[in-house]
Structures are given as C-alpha cells and as structure tokens.
C-alpha cells in the first residue's frame, strides 16, 4: 500500500533557528503533498498545498517566508520552519494521496513534534 | 478552515458496545474520508464515501452520508479497546490539482473502550 514517511519525529530547537521537515512518498509519486500543523487537542489545520514543481499554495494566515515549502520532487516535501519561536511549537502532518484513486483516501506521514526552546 | 464537526467530542463505552460518531459539514464536496488517529502519531484512513454514496462498510465500520442534511456518521461496531483513538471526519471539496483534493478536518470524536 502507499506509504509517506515523515522525519523527523521528533526535534527540538532553540529559538531563532531553523528545522527542515521531510515527507516521502515510498512507494508511490506523489503530485501533490499537503501540510498540516495540529495543537494539542485540536484538530489538524492545512498550512499549505505542495504541487510537485511549482510554488506551493498557503492557506490564509500562514506566513510563506515562515514556513518555506519546497517539492522538487515526485516523492520529495520538505517543510522548513524558519527563525522558530516557542509559539511554533506543534505537532506537523504531512500527507499525500494514494496511488489507488480515491478508495484509498490519503496517506498520512507519521508527524513531526515540534519543540522550539 | 474547518467545516466537520464531529459530535460527540468525547465518548466512552464498553467492550463490545457499538461507537457512533457524527460529522456535519457546510459546503459541496466530492467526498468524505474517516480517519484515526493514536494519541501523538499520524492519521490511518479507514474508508472514504463519495458525494453520491449513501452508506459504505469496511469490516466492522460503517459509514452513512446524507448530502441533503450535509452530515455524516461512523459506526464501530462490537467495539474493542484497541479501537480507542480520535476518529476525525475530513471532506475533499476544494480541487487541488494532480486529482487530489483539499481535505477540511474536523474536530475529532475522541473514543475510549473500556476493557
């Protein structure tokens, strides 16, 4: 079946600094790759939609130089945060749609928890 | 931004009770997806029901949709601890090129089974 793999799972960082996230499509090519961040509780909010090649589409609210996204590849996302802060600090999901059409609905990656000291 | 609404927020049963949770949405969509989360990891699909399907089952889930009243449920039946999670609704409306589409989530009904 279709598999996204998310790294890291885990990462704290200081303030001020930058952490890249990575989604990978295993088994599949994943045109398209969505990003979500969660609080505690909540529910996941899309950040951003990743089309394989071009620029990726923000949700409102969402500070592209913040959050740079790059897909520059089939089976490649990656989501830097940059110049973290505390206020950054969540939970990131990324997902892809699986290559047997719709009946499979979407993959998920396995998240990413966020710390910024 | 959102637009599921799950309902309950929270629901604890027995082992072996059944487990239905509620979704409503606002808008036009293309389909409705189902899908589980474990506390702190990544969501598992469990079954997707197209815009002009009215009932779905997969094992011991079924899912029925009413577009006309734009809600949605899950059963679980003869539930198990194992099957304690959060349950989130997501509908695919907005096109997002490549056939893929933009999934809103929902709230999430969080379910404890109780051994």
């Known amino acids: 079946g279709a598999v996204v793999s998310q790294h890291p799972s885990r990462v704290i960082c200081k303030s001020g600094t930058s952490v890249k996230i990575e989604c990978r499509s295993l088994d599949f090519q994943a045109t398209t790759m969505f990003w979500y961040r969660q609080f505690p509780k909540q529910s996941l909010m899309l950040m951003a939609t990743s089309n394989e090649g071009s620029k990726a589409t923000y949700e409102q609210g969402v500070e592209k130089d913040k959050f740079l996204i790059n897909h520059a590849s089939l089976t490649l996302s990656t989501l830097t945060v940059t110049s973290a802060h505390p206020e950054d600090s969540s939970f990131y999901i990324c997902?892809?749609?699986?290559?047997?059409?719709?009946?499979?609905?979407?993959?998920f990656g396995s998240g990413t928890r966020l710390t910024v000291v | 931004s959102q637009q599921g609404e799950e309902d309950p927020q929270a629901l604890s049963i027995q082992e072996g009770e059944n487990a239905t949770m509620n979704c409503s949405y606002k808008?036009?969509?293309?389909?409705l997806q189902w899908y589980r989360q474990n506390s702190g990891r990544g969501l598992v699909h469990l079954i997707l029901?197209?815009?002009?399907?009215r009932e779905k089952h997969s094992g011991r889930l079924r899912v029925t949709l009413d577009t006309s009243k734009k809600s949605s449920s899950l059963l679980i039946t003869a539930s198990r601890a194992a099957d304690t999670a959060s349950y989130f609704c997501?509908?695919?409306?907005?096109?997002?090129?490549?056939?893929?589409?933009?999934?809103?989530f929902g709230k999430g009904t969080k379910l404890s089974v109780i051994p």
């Open positions: 997902s892809a749609r699986g290559d047997r059409g719709y009946s499979s609905g979407y993959t």
């Open positions: 808008t036009s969509i293309n389909n």
């Open positions: 029901i197209r815009s002009n399907e």
């Open positions: 997501a509908t695919a409306g907005l096109y997002s090129g490549a056939g893929s589409y933009q999934l809103t």
